[in-house]
Structures are given as structure tokens and as C-alpha cells.
């Protein structure tokens, strides 16, 4: 890929980036310093001084407690990429400092093992998230080094990686072995491309390669350990770990969602940067069973709580459902790599409606608040009362013991102006995935050119771009790509370019325009919204006999504030005949859909009498729907995305 | 009560009294001798003869094994009492032979703490289940005398609850304890009904009345312990335990749903027996709770596999459901209670309701199988595949690792002559609560009368009675109290006497004839079967916009085998024109419901396809329901009581 540089100006996004920057960073810093009240404390700061011999005291938290550090690390750089503050950066470098000195002279670094189990490095692979940590560490240096241009975090990352491509591998003496939770791998492509040391990309390789040979590692691994373990009960079970088979015969996305999601996002990278078919194919297969046959109408995969695993084909249910947060995010990371392998609108497709949906609905308007379970249907008494629903929350947290979470958002959301476009190599194509309002700069044949995009969305379905060339008389050849988002209402949006609708042609779900642009030149993109009832696959038990309501690329769901209760009393009338009005005071101003609907008539109905003789009295309503990702931001309720019709 | 002898003849009923009789028990007695390939070992015969000093070994099962013995032995005097056999009393002897070499000298019985912990006998109150087993252990006693006037086990029970009588109390150096695990309070009942001593129905009542008081005795327990427990985590739960607080003050059933329901028992034990206004009270309250908000509509209780309990009212889902059987043999021995302290309908009504429906269908039709969990939906792949359901069987298991509830289901059906008629003291009224064809004797105003009931029921609604008195010239004076089921169409069946119909009136759900009978005499009660569409309060969620088929005491499902699946794509047509005929080669005869409805019309649905447009498109189809009781007896699959209409 060519060298761009991206910029978002967008008053949707840019109220979320700011949001990040001014009370997520700030305030997640607290959390790992342990000031928040009445939270869970995080204890990653503590650990770390007490590794670097500052203070005395155990380990706290979990045992991959290092990782929200690097994680929130990874935000700041960011964040100081886009908008440079000192006095973050000089946190961030303190902190970075006291990195360095809980590292070992040989390139070690885990507090946990330091603390709390000297000697017994590299004994767990299979529950210890060593690598998974050092992945996380990889991934903030990197970052922390393209915003910074300081090397320190890096360097200790390579002492860290060179000291793992020593111990891991096939030569005599080294382990055979790869990390339970997969995540070192595809940060060790992101060193790679920072430092271009081919060993990090080659350690990638053998990790992904290794993964699910027999005999298992993990197997032996426990064996050894006198079959003991961590959390899990009896013998490892390998499905959970992605580790049952080698990665490119694995037929379906099984076990713990997140590293499922990260192991591909990895597998891409390593299909691309390689050009290994097999590879590529397994990505393309897992791909379309993840999206096509596991994942939720809100972009979340997971559908239960024990192991936070994926089930099996077409089993999605909404009330004792996962979806967490983070698995949503490697989602989008995934498919962010699928879009580098081709550019297919599916992919950003699945992109968008993780990143609109799961993801944004996760964390309250305040950016203080998080979910890590983010469920199509509650029911506030139930997650209090029904020990099946415990792990769902009505309300977002402050903070979690294991706060994987949160600070995954704020890195997501800061580096989203990586999610929108891809210039190919030779700048001859630019493929726009995201209608987010932003500027792309990027050479095409040698020609410097600003695309700036206006959009209207994710409220209205108007979109324009601009062409910029430095001096105008110069000209720029270069295909505009757009894509046509699965939401729209028909194939074919219309396409004008100055003034003046165009015929193009669509490839792979993209709009071709292949110009020579002139500097000032204007493409408009007309993607009308329209509210939308959509239907799951009849194979999706849960969903059938419902409807949901989507406009552009935002899943409505209804609240109890506005709608009452028992929600599940309420159903869409045959017309439902939707409209849409922007309640600029609502949540902070959303376009709100409301529609003809039915409750049950309850009259005669003591809550006492279970059943009787079916009468099928209805009162007709007015419904109310709120985009999902505005949920539970008022009084705790009942909330439900799927509507009877 | 005054002392009526039933006799059950009816073809129903009979098959599966010889199926307990011929099959359940001598199997369930293979299995107890861990003879049964395949199933998992019970190890309750060789647990009691290790304690015993004939066998070396450990203690094998359940810490609370030796019930299962009990519950059969039970099982086997019900039936010895109904059909002598002197090869099985032979055995059973045996059995209790070995019991009595397994009791120490100062009355304590119990093989786990005999072989296992000697010493620590009644220092884990809250799990160890040393009451509960010597419940068990009155109750076979009780039958077992009542069948063969032998009094082996009851002198082997008398001696440990005397023990047990003078260690539990208020007097200084007794526990003021009670069982984690209700059920000695009402076998208490039992044998003070037996032997009139008042010694054991004031331990009954010490148990219920301690139960629940501050400070509480789990908790100093769990202290004194050192704060371990066998299976829970943490300080002991009390709401799971019912001893959260005093029986007469709980609001609503909380909690393990068997041992709930075992306490309710013994409360309306003894609140008839004391005439204790406050404890009524209370049972009143818990069965309008537990009836009237947490009951599934085939008689389940208790919503979460996860302590096996109640969550909260109208909290029924229908496919994480635990509904475990024994939970509902013991409402159907509430229920019975209920009855004997005040004739209402309702108690009947669930009594019938989880006797034909959970119960029946727990138990294969080979008397071989049984479920633990009685499921209202099944997806079989979920079974398998989503440990969230992994509690649910598509198919009835041969035998439990904790087996309570196949000698519970053998010990119900063995003295179901019990539930049906209640005569009063002085024999003026005999009130029929169910209609099973049966003759039930007792004396009238001081004339023998005989009873005989002919039933149509379940599949048909004719009942017919006759008197029958020993000189034709005597006249006996009684009032026949017969119930109106809460499935009958009309609230006034037609009653005949001698051909005439006649005029009658409602006292608490029962029609009341008082007449001067004379010997053959003929009573004829009509109650034609229609079959209906049944809805569920607007509060239990899980229904909504969604019917039940019911005919009869009878809910009906449909299964994959009739109807192919997704059968969550099946609904109900606005006229479903419900018909039914006999089906005599199904399932060993049943009658079969079949009806117009519409199936998702799946075209252009590829399986990797997981949302697009709604489409209301379907395809008109004639689905077909079977008795729920007779769900899972043909290949696995799919099975739902609740449709879409």
C-alpha cells in the first residue's frame, strides 16, 4: 500500500474521537491507577512497579493484567498522532519508562511471571497470555512510534521479540508451541511493517503454522504441568483455543470469540503479505461462516457466556447471547484485513455494521461507562434474578476486573481514519469503505491528490467528494471506488460528477469511476436512507417470526422508556408504515423511527393466572425505536431489537 | 381422613402401574446394584454394604446416595401393597436387612459419613443431606409397613429419629439446626401418621419453625467449618435454601425448586394438623406464587438450571427451562396436602396438570428412560452445542449419576390411588379430584360404600360412577363432591343421576350432588374434550405472541418427526380448524391434533445469508401435535409446545 494520510472531519465521529481524547484516555488512566471509586480496581499500574522493584506488594487483577496498559498506551499514541498534547505524551513516556525498567536484562517482560511466578516463564501457554501480552505491547509500540517518532517503546519490543523468536520454533531446543489466546501474531506483522525485520513476519508465520499441529502442544503442555490449570476444568479443550486443527483446515469459526477474530485478522495479514492460497482460502471460509451464519444483526459474534464462545451455525440467541465487545472489534479488524486482501464490499459491510451497532453501542454517551456483553434483548429483572443472564448488565459499567473492554474502544475509535479508505500501490484506484467525512491525501502517478468526502451520513444518505490537486492545472487519473452499502435500497445508487449523473460499472460491490480528475472536481454519492424491516435467515430460531427495523447502517431497537412494558407484548402491525424524525434532543439528537404497532390486551389477565383459553385482543400503538447503539442511556429498562410481526 | 381403600382400574393408568410394577422397579433395582451397562454406576447397594462391614471400598455417588434405595424400596411397597409378590418382598427384605446392618448402634444411618467422614456426622447441615436421607428412609418405612405390616424399617427408622430427636431442639446442648434439603419434616408427618407418636410430628414442627431464624445456623455452620463448603462457593446462600427467612414470613418461593416444594409440603402437613393459621397462610401465599407465576404450562417449576431453581415471577423460558421432575412430583404432593386442608379445585387442577404432563413425560414409554429435564422447546445441535443448554436432553438417559428422580417417578404412579379421592372424617362427603377409573370403598353415616369410577379420561371426557352398597336395601347418605377441570369448556358439565340430568351447585370448583344413594346407583359426568388454543399471561415473556394446544389435562407438542424444522418457522393459520382423531398405532395410541398453519417460506434463504428485507412469504401447511407427554420417543429431534400465531 501506498503511503496515505487520512483525516476525519465529521461531526458524528468527530464528537466520539473527542470523546476518547478528552475523557476516555483521561479517564481510563485513573482506572489503571486504581482511582476510580467504587470500581474494580485494574492494579496494571501497581504491577508494573512492583515488577520494576518500585514498590513491594502481589500481583493483582488478571494474569493478562499488562495488556489494558498497552492497550490504553496504543490509544494514546493515536490520539497524539492526530492531536499532539505534551502532557499525555509525557504521561505516556513516563509510563513507557516504567515498562522499561519492569523488563528482564534478556528481553523478558510480564509482570505476572516477575511477580508472582519468577521462573515459571513459558510453562502456561495454553491459559497464561504471555505472548497475547507482548503482542499488546508490540501493538502500542508500534503505534507510540508512528505518532511519536520516539523509539523507546519499540526497542523494548524487539528485545521482547528477538528474546520469543529465540525460544519459539523448530530448531533444536526451541518450543514448539503458540499462545492460547492468539493476538502476538498479527502485532508481530505490525512490527514487521514498522521495522521491516523479516524474522518478526517470519515468527508470525511459524506461530500460525504451528497452531493445531499434533501432538498437541497444549495437551503435552498440561500433561506436564501435573494437569493442572488455571481456570479451565480437565484437559485443555483445544476448539476453544482455535488450536484443534492446523489454521487452514479449520471448516467453521469455533470457541472464544476474540481470539478467534484475532487469529484471522492475523491469517489475513500473513495470506496477503505471503500470497499463500490455503491461507487465503481458510480466511475466506472462516469469513463466511463468521458473518454469514454466527453473527448477530448488530455485528456481535459470540453467542454464549461460557468459554465467551461461539456456539454453532445459525444459533444466535438475544437474551443469553455474548457479543462482546472486543470480539466486535478484531471483527472489524478482520475485516479491515479482508479489504486489503480484496476489496469486497462485504467485508466493509460486516465493518460498518460492527462498528455502527456493537461496538458504538458499547459504551455510554459519557465514554465512562462500558458493556462488555452487549445482548438484542433485556430484561432488566432477569440479569438481577436468572443466574443464565447474570453476565448480562442493563446498565453499562464503570469498569471491569478483566477491562478488556473499554480501552479496545478507545483504540478502535482513534484510529478510525484507518478504516475508511485503501489506495492501491500505484494510486490508480481508491476504494472508499466508510462514508465518514474526512481527507485522504495520496499520490496517483506521481500526481499529489486530496479526496475530501463530505457525508451526511450515518443520519442522511448524502455523500460528496471533492478533488484537490495542488496546482490546478494538473490532472490526476485514478478510479474513485465506492462502495454500495448492503443497506441501500437498490442496487445502483446515483452517481454525479460535477452536476451531471454518470453511468458506471460495479465491481465486487464497489462503484467504478475511472477519471481524469481535475482539480475542484465533484462526485456526488446519493444513498437515500430508507427505514427498513429486515427478516433473519429462517435458521436463526430466535429471530423467527420477528422483524427488525434498520436505516442506513444503524439496527433500531425499542427501550422501555418509550414503549412501555412487557416489550414483549409488542408487535409491528401488518403496516407498520415507519416514520423518521430527527428528535435533535433525544440522547443527544438521533433519528427516531416510529411505526403502527399492537400490544397484547392485558385486560382480564391477573398477574396471577398463568394461562388460559387464547383470546387474540389487541390494543393498537404507536411504537417508538431508538438506533441500538443509544441504548440503556436512560433509566434501566427493557430493551428488545427483534419485533414480532 | 377417615381410612378409604382405592383400587385404580383404568386402561391408561393400569399400563403404566405395570410398567412401574414389571419394569421400572426391577430395573431401577439393576441399577442400584450397578448392573446396568452403560449408565453411570449408583453405587447405593454397595455404599451401604461397605457400611455395613461386608465390602471394602469408598463411597461412591451423590453424598445423599442412599435416598435412592429408599425411594425404591418405597416404589416396591406400593406396589407389593397393590400386587404381593413375595419374590420382590424377598429381595426387598434383603435390602432392608442390609440397612439395619449399616445402622450404628445409637440409631445413625447414613453410608456417607459412615464410610467416609465417621466422625463428622451432622457438621455440614447445609449440604450433607443426613436429614434428607433419614426422610427418605421414614417414608419407605412408613409404606413399607402400611404393605406388608412388617415393621423391620420402620424400627430401624423410629430408633434414628429418636436420635435424631434428641439432638435437634431448644433445650441446651441440642442443635438448633434444620436440613439444607427439606423432606425429613414430611416424612416426619408420615411416620407420626403411623406410629401416633407425637414425638416425631413436634420434630416436624421444630424443623419448620426453627427454619429461617436469626442468626442463621448455615452461616455459623459455614463458619465453624472454616468456611468450606461441598459444592457452593462462598458463604451458604440462603434463598436457595428457603432459610433466608422464617417459613411463615417468605413472600414467595425462592430457591431450589425441589426442596421448596418438599418444605411446602410439610407446611400444609402441618398446618392441618396444628391448625396453625399463620402457616396456611403462608402455604397459601407460596402456592399462589409458585402456581399462579412460576409454573411452566405442563406443571414444571424452576426456570434455571443454575441451583436447579425458581428465578422470578413469570421468568419461563421454555428452552434453558430446568422443570426438573422431581420438582414436580413434589408440587403434586404439595398440591395433594393443599387438598386434604381445604377442597379447591385449583389444587387439582395442578396436580393433574404436572401429573399428565411433566411427570408422565419424563419417563420413557419402556419405563427405562427418564428425563431430569423436562424442556418445553428442544433444539437437539443446542444440546450439544451451547453449554448454556447443555443441561437439556433431546433424548431420556438411562440412568443419573444423581438418579432422584426415576424411583420418585416410580414411587408417584405406584401410589397414585392416593391422589384421587378424598372421603371425609365422617364420610359424608367424598370429594373425586381425578378421574381415573378406580373404586374406592369407605363408610358413610356407618354403611359401606362402594365407589366405582369408570373414566374415559384422558382421551375422552365421559365419567361414570356407581354405588355400590352391601345389602341392596340399604340407602347411604353422602355428598359427591366432583371436581369441574379447569380445561373443561363450560363452567357446568352435565351431571346425570339415573339417566336424569340434574341441577347441582359450585362450591370451590367442585360440583356437589347430595343424595340418598342406593345400591347401583349411576352418576354420569360429562365433560366432552374439545381441544383449545391456550396463551400465556402477557407477563411471562417467553409466550409471547405465541399459543399452547391443550386438549384434556393433556398440553401437546409438535416434533421434527411430524413436522420437519426449523420448527421455529411453524405457525399457527388465524383459523387453524383444529381436528383430532385417535391414532392408535402412534406412540402406542394417542390422540393426534393437527391443524392449518404457514411455514417461512425459505426460498432464496442460501444458509450463509443471515439478514435481508423482510418478506412476509409463506407457505400454508397442516401441522401436527402430539401429547406432550409422549415427546422424545422416536428419533431425536426438534420439539415445541409453544407456536407462533
Request: without cysteine.
Given at each position: 500500500m501506498k503511503s496515505t494520510h487520512t483525516h476525519i472531519k465529521d461531526n458524528f465521529w468527530n464528537e466520539y474521537s473527542e470523546l476518547v481524547r478528552q475523557t476516555v484516555i483521561p479517564y481510563q488512566w485513573e482506572a489503571l491507577n486504581d482511582r476510580i471509586l467504587d470500581a474494580e480496581p485494574s492494579y496494571s499500574i501497581r504491577n508494573f512497579r512492583i515488577a520494576a522493584g518500585l514498590e513491594k506488594g502481589d500481583f493483582g487483577g488478571?494474569?493478562?493484567?499488562d495488556s489494558d496498559l498497552y492497550k490504553w498506551l496504543e490509544a494514546v499514541a493515536y490520539s497524539l498522532e492526530r492531536h499532539p498534547d505534551p502532557e499525555l505524551e509525557q504521561i505516556a513516556d513516563e509510563a513507557i519508562a516504567l515498562i522499561g525498567q519492569a523488563q528482564h536484562e534478556n528481553g523478558y517482560l510480564n509482570t505476572y511471571f516477575t511477580i508472582q511466578e519468577p521462573g515459571n516463564e513459558w510453562t502456561n501457554l495454553y491459559e497464561a497470555h504471555e505472548l497475547y501480552c507482548a503482542g499488546h505491547l508490540f501493538e502500542a509500540a508500534v503505534a507510540y512510534y508512528k505518532a511519536t517518532g520516539k523509539r523507546n517503546l519499540l526497542n523494548i519490543s524487539c528485545r521482547f521479540a528477538d528474546l520469543i523468536a529465540s525460544l519459539?520454533?523448530?530448531?533444536?531446543?526451541?518450543?514448539?508451541a503458540y499462545c492460547g489466546h492468539p493476538e502476538v501474531e498479527l502485532a508481530l506483522v505490525k512490527l514487521y511493517q514498522v521495522t521491516g525485520e523479516e524474522r518478526y513476519l517470519n515468527l508470525s508465520l511459524y506461530f500460525i503454522d504451528e497452531r493445531g499441529s499434533k501432538p498437541s502442544y497444549f495437551i503435552e503442555e498440561w500433561e506436564r504441568r501435573g494437569r493442572t490449570t488455571i481456570w479451565a476444568q480437565g484437559a485443555p479443550n483445544l476448539e476453544v483455543y482455535q488450536s484443534h486443527l492446523p489454521v487452514r483446515e479449520q471448516p467453521v469459526a469455533v470457541g472464544h470469540s476474540v481470539r478467534a477474530v484475532y487469529l484471522y485478522t492475523a491469517m489475513a495479514d500473513l495470506a496477503r503479505l505471503t500470497g499463500d492460497v490455503k491461507l487465503r482460502e481458510a480466511c475466506e471460509r472462516l469469513w463466511a461462516n463468521t458473518t454469514g451464519k454466527q453473527m448477530y444483526i448488530t455485528g456481535g459474534i459470540g453467542a454464549t457466556h461460557l468459554g465467551e464462545a461461539f456456539t454453532f451455525d445459525h444459533d444466535l440467541p438475544n437474551d443469553t447471547v455474548y457479543a462482546e465487545t472486543c470480539a466486535s472489534i478484531g471483527l472489524i479488524f478482520w475485516a479491515r484485513r479482508m479489504l486489503q486482501l480484496e476489496a469486497k464490499s462485504e467485508y466493509a459491510d460486516v465493518m460498518e455494521r460492527a462498528l455502527y451497532n456493537n461496538v458504538l453501542g458499547s459504551m455510554a454517551k459519557d465514554g465512562k461507562h462500558f458493556f462488555y456483553v452487549n445482548p438484542l434483548e433485556v430484561l432488566p429483572e432477569a440479569s438481577v434474578k436468572n443466574p443464565d443472564k447474570f453476565?448480562?448488565?442493563p446498565v453499562r459499567q464503570k469498569w471491569f476486573g478483566c477491562s478488556c473492554c473499554p480501552p479496545n474502544v478507545a483504540r478502535l475509535i482513534g484510529s478510525l481514519d484507518e478504516y475508511i479508505y485503501d489506495v492501491s500501490e500505484d494510486g490508480r484506484t481508491a476504494h472508499v469503505h466508510l462514508y465518514i467525512g474526512s481527507e485522504v491525501s495520496f499520490e496517483a502517478g506521481g500526481q499529489k491528490v486530496v479526496l475530501s468526502q463530505k457525508s451526511e451520513l450515518p443520519w442522511d444518505g448524502r455523500v460528496e467528494f471533492m478533488v484537490s490537486l495542488p496546482e490546478e492545472a494538473n490532472e490526476a487519473s485514478f478510479t474513485l471506488a465506492l462502495r454500495v452499502p448492503n443497506?441501500?435500497?437498490?442496487?445502483r445508487p446515483t452517481l454525479k460528477v460535477n452536476g451531471e449523473s454518470i453511468h458506471y460499472s460495479i465491481e465486487q460491490g464497489y462503484a467504478k469511476v475511472d477519471c481524469m480528475w481535475k482539480d475542484g472536481d465533484v462526485v456526488e454519492w446519493l444513498l437515500p436512507i430508507e427505514t427498513k424491516l429486515i427478516a433473519a435467515n429462517p435458521l436463526i430460531r430466535a429471530d423467527a417470526g420477528k422483524a427488525a427495523i434498520q436505516r442506513g447502517p444503524f439496527v433500531y431497537c425499542v427501550e422501555e422508556a418509550d414503549n412501555g412494558k412487557p416489550l414483549a407484548s409488542l408487535s409491528l402491525a401488518d403496516e407498520p408504515t415507519l416514520t423518521e424524525r430527527m428528535?435533535?434532543?433525544l440522547l443527544g439528537g438521533c433519528v427516531v423511527v416510529e411505526g403502527a404497532g399492537f400490544v397484547t390486551?392485558?385486560?382480564?389477565?391477573?398477574?396471577?393466572?398463568p394461562y388460559r383459553t387464547l383470546s387474540k385482543q389487541k390494543k393498537a400503538v404507536r411504537f417508538k425505536a431508538i438506533p441500538y447503539y443509544l441504548w440503556g442511556n436512560r433509566e434501566p429498562g427493557e430493551m428488545s431489537i427483534w419485533l414480532r410481526y
Open positions: 488478571w494474569i493478562f493484567q519459539f520454533g523448530t530448531n533444536p531446543g526451541q518450543m514448539k453476565h448480562v448488565k443497506w441501500f435500497n437498490s442496487d428528535a435533535a434532543d390486551d392485558d385486560s382480564g389477565w391477573e398477574p396471577g393466572l
